[in-house]
């Protein structure tokens, strides 16, 4: 049987703009003629294939895109939206409905986690938050209410990775919807090929790259995608979180040097995590034979694009954690910055900064450290030189 490669799939998506231009031409419409009033009948209906209505149902930009991801992720169909959230929001309230329940991994995102937490118990949809990689506590939590299981493949901040072959077990076993959030492990992991139904990404990362757009995708089947964009009961198409089909455009040209990227990402993070562990510091890195779940993510892995670029690092206090970070900004060692999948590194206390939702005891409770800072490692040319320079600023501010 062929080998499963994300990266040739994209490659093999060819598209041509009008004019035989090399990019496809991007579609600057947000409404469309119809040559008769009963196509445009049907379209509104879903029974034509190929036919373009409004641009927040879908426009053709957007639909490249979408099909490029679907190839990446290999499900049957993509929709691209304004936002990871756009994305994760709209996927949830298409999955759950009033006296509904989701059981969640409580290492996840903090916007996710505010989204479960505070807004959907207010439409009477409750979520229980669990160690996503003790499967027995997992299902303990699953009741007659539940529809979805949750997780990020690597979760955020905290770098530990979801078993999706043992959760797909327990959600076929309780008809679930097992919903996985794939942004820290684009073509490292394809959550589909372990059994996830929907695959989700934030391509304001690693997929788009370049640190300029915000953007979020959900890879499902088609009758699932369909359903998002449905016009009377869709979330995607009645929420409005659509992208615009000029972002679509650039981040489809950015998506064909994603297996490069993450490559290096990978690499030159390998090569930081394992120089930091060998200088004594609490590093957490899937790379790592000391990660708890190293073979877990060896054997779900697509081994060429590594283990992805983001590090965890421990250096106990918020007070040495800035202290270090202003220091490494200021030797333009990156940036001090949410966000990640950047060319330059970015670093942020997660605690104080991206699951600062996260309540304070919760964050104790889940192994969350004030001290913590996520890297998410750049594409730097010379990793050794980086790694001398981080090195100094860890000894001139103690932590080494
Ligand atoms: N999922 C993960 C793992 C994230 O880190 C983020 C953002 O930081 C999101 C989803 C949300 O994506 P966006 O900011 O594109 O809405």
């Not at 329940?101 to 807004?119: E, L, P, Q």
């Not at 072959?165 to 942004?183: F, I, M, P, R, W």
């Not at 979330?235 to 950015?254: E, F, V």
Request: charged share 20%; with cysteine; hydrophobic share 35%.
């Amino acid at each position: 049987m062929k080998k499963f490669d994300a990266a040739n799939n994209i490659q093999d998506l060819q598209y041509f703009g009008e004019f035989g231009g090399v990019n496809p031409s991007i579609s600057d419409s947000s409404t469309y003629t119809f040559l008769s009033a009963k196509t445009m009948f049907d379209t509104f209906e879903g029974n034509t294939e190929g036919c373009y209505l409004y641009s927040r149902h879908s426009s053709p930009s957007n639909l490249y895109l979408s099909e490029a991801l679907a190839k990446m992720e290999g499900t049957e169909n993509a929709n691209v939206t304004a936002s990871g959230m756009g994305a994760i929001t709209s996927v949830l309230l298409q999955l759950c409905k009033s006296g509904d329940h989701i059981v969640s991994s409580r290492t996840i995102y903090g916007g996710t986690y505010a989204f479960m937490k505070n807004f959907l118990p207010g439409l009477k949809i409750e979520t229980s938050f669990v160690d996503i990689t003790d499967l027995a506590k997992v299902e303990a939590a699953i009741n007659e209410n539940t529809k979805v299981l949750y997780c990020e493949t690597v979760s955020n901040p905290l770098l530990e990775i979801a078993d999706l072959n043992g959760l797909s077990e327990l959600a076929e076993k309780h008809s679930l919807q097992l919903v996985v959030d794939n942004t820290f492990s684009p073509l490292s992991i394809s959550p589909k090929l372990l059994g996830a139904d929907v695959t989700i990404h934030s391509l304001t990362k690693f997929i788009n790259g370049s640190s300029d757009a915000v953007g979020g995708v959900v890879c499902a089947t088609s009758a699932f995608i369909n359903d998002l964009k449905n016009v009377n009961s869709g979330a995607c198409m009645l929420l409005g979180p659509t992208m615009d089909s000029l972002r679509a455009a650039s981040i489809l040209k950015n998506l064909r040097t994603l297996h490069i990227r993450m490559k290096k990402h990978s690499e030159n993070a390998q090569y930081l995590a394992e120089r930091w562990e060998k200088d004594g510091l609490n590093v957490k890195y899937p790379g790592l034979k000391s990660h708890p779940q190293h073979k877990l993510f060896t054997d779900m892995m697509h081994e060429e694009y590594g283990y992805g670029g983001l590090i965890a690092l421990d250096v106990k206090t918020v007070e040495k954690a800035n202290e270090l970070m202003e220091m490494m900004q200021h030797e333009n060692l990156g940036y001090l910055a949410v966000s990640l999948g950047f060319y330059k590194t970015l670093f942020s206390a997660s605690g104080s900064s991206t699951s600062s939702e996260i309540p304070e005891d919760e964050q104790k409770e889940m192994g969350l450290s004030p001290g913590l800072i996520r890297f998410s490692i750049g594409l730097d040319h010379d990793i050794a030189r980086t790694y001398e320079k981080m090195r100094e600023c860890m000894v001139k501010t103690g932590v080494l």
